[in-house]
């Protein structure tokens, strides 16, 4: 199973989503349902960014140049947050992104012990 709790996304001028939680089920089946341009992409992205972090690429279409397609085209850092449970303790991850990876930040917190 996996939970993720406060989901949080944004740029320093807008959030595209706040506090989204979910559970995943072990050997259950699950489907984001919505209207195109909702965030289900943008949503399934950020997790993976959010346990992964965005790798540099020389791509320049968008489509194949995550850091390009989710960075503020008016500049400035993109910004993130997910509390999740594994093997029963609650972690919280946050992540800063820049223009580079040098530019990146990254946190990851055990909940109970701060």
């Given at each position: 199973?996996?939970?993720?709790?406060?989901?949080?996304?944004?740029?320093?001028?807008?959030?595209?989503?706040?506090?989204?939680?979910?559970?995943?089920?072990?050997?259950?089946?699950?489907?984001?349902?919505?209207?195109?341009?909702?965030?289900?992409?943008?949503?399934?992205?950020?997790?993976?960014?959010m346990l992964y972090g965005i790798g540099e690429s020389k791509k320049t279409s968008l489509d194949e140049n995550d850091r390009k397609?989710?960075?503020?085209?008016?500049?400035?850092?993109?910004?993130?947050?997910?509390?999740?449970?594994?093997?029963?303790?609650?972690?919280?991850?946050?992540?800063?992104?820049?223009?580079?990876?040098?530019?990146?930040?990254?946190?990851?917190?055990?909940?109970?012990?701060?």
């Amino acid at each position: 199973m996996i939970t993720a709790k406060n989901l949080s996304f944004g740029f320093p001028q807008r959030e595209l989503f706040w506090n989204v939680n979910f559970t995943l089920e072990k050997d259950r089946h699950c489907a984001l349902i919505g209207s195109n341009g909702t965030g289900k992409t943008t949503l399934c992205s950020f997790i993976k960014a959010m346990l992964y972090g965005i790798g540099e690429s020389k791509k320049t279409s968008l489509d194949e140049n995550d850091r390009k397609k989710y960075l503020p085209w008016s500049g400035g850092a993109a910004q993130g947050s997910m509390t999740f449970e594994a093997g029963g303790k609650i972690y919280r991850v946050e992540r800063t992104f820049g223009a580079r990876p040098s530019e990146d930040s990254f946190a990851i917190y055990d909940v109970l012990l701060g």
